[in-house]
Each structure stands twice: as C-alpha cells, then as structure tokens.
C-alpha cells in the first residue's frame, strides 16, 4: 500500500516549545515538500527537497528547520522562533526533476495546534 | 474564480449540472498547470494536469482548459454529483529557479445540492 504517512493527525503543543512533524514516503520520490495551510487560504511552501541530503527554503520558511537524511523521510520542525505555528501542515512528494515536472502527491495532514 | 482574501469564491450548483472553476495566474512563464481536490481535513487529491503546449486536455467527467493569452485556468466537471462538494485549488509551477515548485492560488469552494 504506497502513499505518504503524516504522523500524528492532531498535535498539542505549548507556546515555546519545539516540536517535529513527521512525513513518510514508500512511493520512491526522489522530490519532498512542506506546506503550510491557513483557515480558508490556500498552500504555502515552507520547505522542499529534490534530492536526498539537499533542501531549499519556501516562502515562508522562517521558524522552521527540515533534514533530508533518507530518500522517504523529511520531517519538519516547528520552532519556539515561528510567530503564529497554529496551522495545518502538509507533506507532499513528487518523482522530481529527472521525470520532470509533475504531480505532487499529499499526505493527509498534521493539524499543529499551539496554545 | 479565485482572488487573494480570506473570503474564498463559492459555487453552489444542482446534482447533475455541470460546474466550471476559474483560476487566474500571474506568471506568464510557468509551464505547468494542475487542479487538486481538497476535503475537510483531508489532504489534496491530484485531478487533472495540463502543459503550457497544450490548451485542453481531458479526464474522466473534467476538462481543463488552458488560456495562455489571458493567464486563464479552468476546470470543467461534467454531472457535478454530491461527492465532488469540496475546495478546488490550481496550482502553477514556473519552471526555471522555480524548477519543482508549485504556487498554489486561494482555492474556490464547490457546494452540490442534491
């Protein structure tokens, strides 16, 4: 059964605290992402990684961190530094640059509140 | 079709009618074009994608249709039924330093009234 697992579905945390988001792909992209999702708006690219051991920054990257230490994993961490960390966050992967651009497939979220 | 807020565009149809969602994109040098489906507290679902040297393509009960002149994007659902009730996002990758990247637009929300 291939696809993307985000753990956990719901989180708890309290303000100051980091806290790391976990995503998890058996479908052997070589692309991941983070995005960050707001009450009625729209996707917003926090981080992406096209290969393993490399990533860049999105557009709102500031008070995150990412590690691409795995070919299926990419987790991302909330830190104390991001101003408003209430949301829900995303992962997706694609097959990357070697298939060219293409489709990018959603794991079903982690809703990260913070109180 | 969908603009920058926190108040997303509505489209309320009847089952079985046809539904048409509307995207307008500013980057007149992105390449590739695709729709998701989105359910409460769910993840996106891919529906159908498009290349710039395309301008219509079709799938199982949707078109999208490409207007490269305008920055224009549609999507087409033929016999809207209760399950396609949902938030519909277009997204654009603009190829280039942008290789991989998708910008997402704001989203529309489908309500189908049986």
């Known amino acids: 059964d291939g696809g993307i697992t985000q753990s956990p579905k719901y989180l708890f945390r309290k303000e100051g605290q980091n806290v790391t988001l976990s995503c998890e792909q058996n479908l052997n992209h070589d692309a991941m992402y983070w995005y960050r999702q707001d009450p009625g708006q729209g996707l917003r690219l926090i981080y992406y990684s096209q290969i393993v051991n490399d990533f860049q920054k999105g557009d709102i990257a500031e008070g995150y961190s990412v590690s691409r230490e795995k070919k299926e994993s990419f987790p991302l961490t909330v830190t104390s530094a991001q101003k408003n960390p209430t949301a829900f966050y995303l992962c997706a992967s694609s097959k990357g640059r070697l298939a060219g651009v293409n489709e990018q497939y959603f794991g079903p979220g982690t809703r990260l509140t913070v109180t | ?114």
């Open chain 2, 1 to 114: 079709g969908e603009s920058v807020g926190l108040h997303l565009p509505t489209l309320s149809v009847q089952e079985g009618d046809n539904s048409i969602i509307n995207c307008a994109y500013s980057n007149s040098a992105s390449d590739y074009f695709i729709w998701y489906k989105q359910e409460s507290g769910k993840g996106p679902q891919f529906i159908i994608d498009i290349r710039s040297n395309m301008d219509k393509r079709q799938g199982q009960r949707v078109t999208v249709l490409l207007n490269k002149t305008v920055k224009h994007l549609s999507l087409q659902i033929a016999a809207t039924q209760p399950g396609d009730s949902a938030v519909y996002f277009c997204a654009e990758n603009a190829g280039g330093t942008s290789y991989g990247k998708l910008t997402f637009g704001q989203g529309t929300i489908l309500t189908v009234h049986p």
